[in-house]
């Protein structure tokens, strides 16, 4: 058996199993979520990431009844996330387990909203209408769309990241280009990805 404190991500199929019925939209994220847009595998992953809105936070402690969950408090340190418990802007990580024994299996990420808008924790002034902000896969994944994965990886791109936009790039439509350039100039000023974003 791997070490607990080891990751096992669960696979995007597994994911589905887990949250299908979960009543409020959530979203397969990070590395998976190019994988589901461009619709090939591409590298391995540490982790499996879901993107839920931070007011539906409980429903995912119902989904993953009985497992552990930790809180990921800034700048790193995980902590039980407690039943019931409403997690505060600043605290946007939790890793999940089925139990203390196991892998990490799940992380869970949590962005803003304002009434039907998705709001950035990276830059309020980065929003869309909430119905927009995901795409399904043909395996019925549902995923965020890839020019709203590309903005949170374009902060400080490592390797991965820059895999994963060169193979997003040539399938982004000339409005979701000019999106992430915006979002990008926006929050990050000038940035190495502009030039290639040109339509």
């Known amino acids: 058996m791997a070490s607990p404190g080891a990751w096992e991500p669960a696979t995007p199929a597994e994911v589905h199993a887990l949250f299908a019925e979960l009543g409020v939209p959530w979203w397969l994220a990070g590395g998976y979520a190019i994988e589901s847009a461009v619709g090939r595998r591409l590298r391995e992953h540490g982790d499996i990431d879901v993107l839920l809105l931070r007011r539906d936070q409980l429903a995912a402690q119902e989904a993953l ?12 340190t995980l902590r039980p996330w407690a039943p019931g ?9 939790i890793w999940c387990r089925p139990g203390p024994e196991a892998p990490w299996r799940v992380q869970l990420m949590l962005d803003e909203s304002m ?85």
């Open 65 to 76: 009844a009985g497992w552990e969950w930790h809180a990921a408090e800034p700048p790193g």
């Open 85 to 93: 418990e409403l997690l505060p802007v600043g605290v946007h990580d």
């Open 115 to 199: 009434g039907e808008y998705w709001v950035s924790r990276r830059d309020p002034r980065v929003l869309r209408e909430i119905s927009s902000i995901g795409r399904t896969g043909d395996d019925g994944v549902p995923y965020l769309a890839p020019e709203i994965q590309l903005f949170y990886k374009a902060r400080e791109p490592r390797p991965k990241d820059e895999t994963d936009f060169a193979a997003a790039l040539p399938g982004l439509s000339a409005p979701q280009r000019r999106w992430l350039r915006d979002a990008i100039a926006t929050t990050y000023g000038e940035h190495p990805w502009h030039a290639r974003l040109a339509d």
